[in-house]
């Protein structure tokens, strides 16, 4: 099974993740609430992202439309 990154992440994880997120190869880790609600799909058109695209802060993933958390990560998207 794949290694999961340990929260607190570091800056330098935190940045290799949000890179990750956008990299486009692999879909992005996305929030767990309703996507599809007017302020998600408000937000990814202002910001030109996936609807839900949660953001790497140093206490996990964070979505930046309605505060949804996740507090893990496979460790090869922090390479």
């Not at 290694?3 to 890179?19: D, F, G, K, M, T």
């Not at 692999?26 to 609430?33: D, I």
Request: hydrophobic share 35%.
């Amino acid at each position: 099974m794949a290694e999961r990154l340990e929260l607190p992440w570091s800056e330098e994880q935190v940045a290799a993740l949000n890179q990750y997120q956008r990299g486009g190869q692999y879909h992005p880790f996305t929030c767990g609430g309703d996507r599809s609600d007017d302020a998600h799909v408000a937000y990814a058109t202002a910001h030109g992202e996936d609807s839900g695209l949660l953001v790497a802060t140093k206490d996990g993933w964070v979505c930046p439309v309605c505060g949804y958390r996740q507090a893990w990560a496979h460790g090869f998207m922090a390479i």
